[in-house]
């Protein structure tokens, strides 16, 4: 166990830290409860065990020998960020002419599926590339020396659950009643603000 504890305390550090991630489960489960931000948590977490199943088969060593292949997934990447943070800079737009707000769901619109939370959670870890690098880097660098097949599955298993507790956590946290009463008080400011940091993340993911 105290092999792999400098490489679960890196991951515990890069999990918390917010980010995109922890911007979409948040603003979700303030908007439309704590369900539906657990949702977008599972994409997440879903996201991130793409990312590091590809960079425990050497993805992440490919893409570096191939730049152009990050490079197009990156530029996707920024793409689906960017288009994000429009989307939600033109709800906040629509709410200015809408009408009163029905609990749990802004301007009185109807619930969103199921999928469609789990996919933004998916889609937006999903869009930033650098998750591969970042996994490599991790695993190159602090996984056991040695460490056997089973072994690093059981490790990815780990880290997936201190990811999905996590957002779990913040979920539960951001439903709680005063939190979605102070959401609905500054929605439009709120959604400003995310919608231009999705985009702004974007922005910084378009290959030069």
């Not at 990156?74 to 737009?93: F, K």
């Not at 933004?120 to 602090?142: E, I, M, Q, R, Y």
């Not at 990811?163 to 009643?177: E, K, N, R, T």
């Amino acid at each position: 166990m105290l092999a792999i504890a400098p490489l679960l305390l890196a991951w515990a550090v890069c999990v918390v830290t917010p980010g995109p991630d922890f911007l979409a489960v948040l603003r979700t489960a303030a908007a439309r409860g704590r369900a539906a931000g657990l949702r977008v948590g599972l994409g997440v977490v879903c996201g991130m065990a793409c990312w590091a199943t590809l960079a425990l088969v050497g993805l992440s060593a490919l893409m570096a020998r191939y730049e152009h292949l990050y490079l197009v997934i990156r530029a996707v990447g920024a793409v689906l960020l960017i288009g994000y943070g429009l989307h939600v800079l033109w709800s906040t737009r629509n709410a200015a002419s809408s009408g009163a707000e029905t609990p749990g769901m802004p301007n009185g619109k109807q619930p969103q599926s199921h999928r469609h939370h789990w996919r933004l959670g998916l889609f937006t870890n999903l869009s930033n590339p650098k998750a591969l690098v970042f996994f490599g880097a991790l695993f190159a660098t602090l996984m056991p020396h040695g460490a056997s097949p089973a072994m690093r599955v059981a490790l990815l298993a780990i880290m997936l659950a201190m990811g999905a507790g996590w957002f779990a956590a913040v979920s539960w946290c951001a439903g709680a009643q005063p939190v979605v009463a102070a959401y609905k008080r500054l929605q439009k400011v709120i959604d400003r603000v995310a919608g231009g940091v999705f985009a702004a993340i974007g922005l910084t993911l378009i290959p030069r």
